[in-house]
C-alpha cells in the first residue's frame, strides 16, 4: 500500500535578489495514514517551511510531492485549495480565528467551501465544539474565549470536512502549561480515531508526545525515527468523517450568502469608512440622478410647450432667398388661401395680420402689437383665456370695435388691480408703413376706440414663453381689414392640419399648388414636425451632456471605493488566508471582495438617490412652474450603474486579494 504522504527529492528555495536561499533541500520522507508525527527543529530549520508544503500551502521549488499517490506539485492553486478542503485541517499557533464570527461560525467556515448545508454545517460544528467542551460558549466571539478555548475553537475547524490529515503548527505554544497538556491529548485522541497527525514544534518535550519524530537543520532531514514497526491504521470515527456536499447550485447559494455576510460584517465593522467611501458615490449618484431628473422635467416641459405650439403647422411666408435678382414675390390672394383650404389635410387656415401701433388709456400709453384675430388664433399664438370673453362670430360679422389684451399690455394700460374690462383703449398709428410692409401696414384713420372684452395669458405651463416682445391686443380681423389694412392679400399664413395625411405629403401638395397659382417658387414654409425633431435631438445630447458631467463626480466616487477595497484587502489579509487555508479558492476570494465592493456602491447609490428624491421635494416646494420626478426608473438605473461602479472598482481589489499566496497571508499581522 502506498504511503498517504510521499516526498521525494523536494527542495523549497527563496530568492533574495540574486542570492538564490534553500528553505527545504532534497527532503524524502514517506507519512502513513493515522501515524503521529513531530517536525523539530530550531528557528531557521525549515519546520515551516516543510509544514506548508505538506499542507498544500506552499509548491516545492523541486521534487515530487505525493498525497495518497496524486502529484501535489503539478497542481494550480484551485486544485491545492480542492486538497486542503478535503484532506487536511489547521491548527495554529495563533489560532487564526476569524473575529467577526462566533465559535461556531469559525468551526463551520471550511464547510462553507466544501458546499455542506447550512444545517449539516451547524449540526457539526456544535457537535464538535459540544465534544471539545465549548458548548456553552459557541455563540461567543474569540475575543471573549480564553487562548486554550480559541484553539479547541481551531480544532473543531480543522475536523470539519473530515480532518484526515491535521497540521499543528507550533499548538503548545501561546498556551500555558495545563492547557498545552490537555491540547496534546486531543491531539493524541484525534489520532486513536484515525486522523494523520503532523505536529510542528521546536520543543523536544512536546515532541515526545508523537510516536515518530523527524528532527530538521538547515533545510535537510537530520533524522528520522521512521514509522513504528507496530503501526496500524485505525478506522475513522464516524463523527468526524466528511459531510457530504450539496448540489452545485446550493454551493453557489451558500458561496453567495457568506460572501454577503462577510460584506456587511466588514462595512460594519469600519462603520467611518464605510460611511465616507458611500459618501463619494452617494454624491455621484445623486448627482447623475438629480441632472437627469431636472434636464427630464426642463426637457419635457420645453418640448411640450414646443411641440404644441409647432404641431400639426404649416408657415407659409411671402419670398424666397433663391428668386433671381429684380424677381418680386407676389403676396398670397384670398382665392389662393381659400385654395389651400381646400386642400386634403387641412384643417383650417390662419392668415397672420399685425401692426405695431400706440395704445392709449387714460393718461398711460404703450407700443402694442394689434393683431388680426381668428378663431384660431389663440391655439396658433399658445394663448388662453385668464379673463372675460373671446372673439364670437357677431364680433366677426360686425366688425366690432372689441378687443381682449394680454397680460403685458393690461400692465402697460392699467395700474396694478384696476378693472380691464369694458375699458375703452384708443389704437393710434405710429406711421404709416409701405405697401409690402408687413409689419405696420398702411393704417386708415386717426384713432380706433375699442372696447376690452377679455383678457388673455400664456398657455406653456411657464417654461417657455411665445408671447411678443410687445403686449399684444387681438381684435377681429374683419375689423383689423376695415380699419387698419384695408389690403386684402396676405403676406403670410399658418396651414393647420387635421393629421389625416402625413405633415410632409400635405407641405408637398401646398408648394405644388401655390407654385401652380404663382407660376414660381416665390414663397417659403417649413414643415414644423421636422424642427421639432431637431430640437428634440439638440435637448437630447445636452441632457447627454449634462449627465456626463454629473458621472464625473460618480467616476472620483469609484476610484474612492476602490482605493478603500485596496486598503481593505492590505488590512484584511491574514483573513484571506484563513480562508484559503481551510480551502477558500480563488474564485472564492474574488466573490468577497466584489461582492462587498457592489454592496458599498449599491447602499451608496441608495442614499444618493434618496437625496435626490428629497432635493426635487425641495424644489418642488419651492416653485410650481417645473415639476421634477425621481422616477422608479431611476432608481433602478441608479443601482444598476452603482452594482457597475462596484464591479468594475472592485475588481483590481478582488484580483489582488485572490492571488495572494496562503503561505503569505498568513504570515502577515
Not at 477558500?584 to 465592493?597: C, G, K, T
Request: hydrophobic fraction near 45%; glycine fraction near 10%; charged fraction near 20%.
Amino acid at each position: 500500500m502506498h504511503p498517504l504522504i510521499e516526498l521525494r527529492g523536494v527542495g523549497r528555495h527563496y530568492r533574495l535578489g540574486a542570492i538564490d536561499v534553500p528553505a527545504l533541500d532534497d527532503i524524502n520522507l514517506s507519512i502513513q495514514a493515522g501515524e503521529f508525527v513531530a517536525i523539530i527543529g530550531q528557528s531557521g530549520s525549515g519546520k515551516s517551511t516543510l509544514m506548508n508544503v505538506l499542507g498544500c500551502l506552499d509548491n516545492p521549488t523541486v521534487g515530487q510531492f505525493l498525497i495518497d499517490g496524486q502529484d501535489a506539485s503539478q497542481l494550480g492553486p484551485d486544485e491545492l485549495a480542492g486538497l486542503r478542503r478535503e484532506r487536511f485541517g489547521f491548527i495554529f499557533q495563533r489560532y487564526h480565528l476569524l473575529p467577526h464570527m462566533d465559535a461556531r461560525g469559525n468551526a463551520a467556515l471550511p464547510a462553507v467551501y466544501a458546499g455542506a448545508s447550512g444545517k449539516a454545517r451547524r449540526e457539526r460544528a456544535e457537535a464538535l465544539l459540544t465534544r471539545l467542551g465549548l458548548g456553552e460558549r459557541m455563540h461567543h466571539k474569540p475575543n471573549e474565549l480564553s487562548g486554550g478555548q480559541q484553539q479547541r475553537v481551531s480544532i473543531a475547524r480543522s475536523l470539519m470536512n473530515g480532518g484526515q490529515i491535521i497540521l499543528a503548527d507550533e499548538p503548545t505554544g501561546a498556551l500555558d502549561s495545563q492547557s498545552g497538556t490537555e491540547m496534546l491529548a486531543l491531539l493524541r485522541e484525534l489520532n486513536e480515531r484515525g486522523h494523520t497527525i503532523i505536529l510542528v514544534t521546536h520543543d523536544a518535550h512536546v515532541a515526545a508526545h508523537a510516536r515518530r519524530i523527524i528532527e530538521l537543520r538547515d533545510g535537510k532531514v537530520l533524522k528520522d525515527s521512521g514509522t513504528p514497526s507496530d503501526h496500524q491504521v485505525p478506522s475513522f470515527s464516524s463523527e468526524t468523517a466528511a459531510l457530504p456536499q450539496g448540489s452545485w447550485w446550493g454551493r453557489q447559494q451558500m458561496q453567495w450568502r457568506e460572501a454577503l455576510q462577510s460584506a456587511g460584517q466588514s462595512l460594519r465593522g469600519n462603520r467611518l469608512r464605510t460611511a465616507l467611501s458611500m459618501l463619494g458615490i452617494s454624491i455621484g449618484i445623486a448627482a447623475v440622478v438629480s441632472i437627469l431628473a431636472l434636464t427630464s422635467a426642463a426637457r419635457g416641459s420645453i418640448e411640450k410647450d414646443v411641440g404644441s405650439f409647432l404641431s400639426g403647422r404649416i408657415p407659409v411666408f411671402k419670398g424666397n432667398s433663391t428668386l433671381p435678382p429684380g424677381t418680386q414675390a407676389k403676396s398670397f390672394r384670398p382665392s389662393e388661401i381659400e385654395a389651400i383650404r381646400a386642400l386634403p389635410g387641412v384643417k383650417a387656415v390662419t392668415v397672420e395680420r399685425e401692426a405695431q401701433l400706440t395704445a392709449r388709456q387714460g393718461s398711460r400709453d404703450a407700443m402694442v402689437t394689434v393683431l388680426g384675430s381668428e378663431p384660431q388664433t389663440l391655439a396658433a399664438r399658445k394663448l388662453k383665456l385668464v379673463e372675460g370673453r373671446y372673439l364670437n362670430a357677431m364680433d366677426y360679422a360686425n366688425s366690432s370695435l372689441v378687443a381682449v389684451i394680454d397680460e403685458k399690455a393690461r400692465k402697460s394700460l392699467f395700474k396694478p388691480g384696476e378693472a380691464a374690462l369694458g375699458r375703452t383703449v384708443l389704437l393710434t398709428p405710429q406711421a404709416t408703413g409701405t405697401e409690402g410692409n408687413a409689419l405696420t401696414p398702411p393704417a386708415v384713420g386717426v384713432a380706433l376706440p375699442v372696447t376690452i372684452v377679455g383678457v388673455v395669458g400664456q398657455d406653456t405651463g411657464g417654461a417657455v414663453s411665445f408671447g411678443a416682445w410687445l403686449g399684444q391686443i387681438l381684435i377681429p380681423h374683419t375689423t383689423f381689414g376695415r380699419k387698419l389694412d384695408v389690403r386684402v392679400d396676405a403676406d403670410r399664413f399658418n396651414v393647420l392640419l387635421d393629421f389625416s395625411l402625413p405633415p410632409e405629403e400635405v407641405q408637398k401638395q401646398l408648394t405644388y399648388r401655390l407654385k401652380a397659382l404663382h407660376g414660381i417658387e416665390d414663397f417659403e414654409s417649413w414643415n414644423a414636425a421636422d424642427e421639432f425633431k431637431k430640437f428634440q435631438q439638440i435637448t437630447g445630447a445636452m441632457a447627454l451632456l449634462f449627465a456626463g458631467v454629473g458621472a464625473i463626480s460618480l467616476l472620483v466616487g469609484g476610484v474612492g471605493v476602490m482605493n478603500i477595497m485596496l486598503v481593505s484587502v492590505s488590512e484584511r489579509t491574514r483573513e484571506i488566508g484563513i480562508r484559503m487555508a481551510v480551502g477558500a479558492r480563488q474564485a472564492d476570494v474574488r466573490l468577497q471582495f466584489l461582492v462587498e465592493a457592489v454592496v458599498l456602491c449599491c447602499l451608496g447609490g441608495l442614499v444618493g438617490v434618496l437625496l435626490s428624491w428629497l432635493g426635487a421635494q425641495g424644489i418642488n416646494a419651492a416653485q410650481q412652474s417645473l415639476k421634477v420626478e425621481v422616477s422608479w426608473a431611476a432608481l433602478g438605473v441608479a443601482f444598476a450603474v452603482s452594482s457597475f461602479v462596484g464591479l468594475v472598482f472592485g475588481t483590481l481589489p478582488a484580483r489582488r486579494a485572490a492571488a495572494l499566496s496562503p503561505v503569505d497571508a498568513l504570515a502577515r499581522e
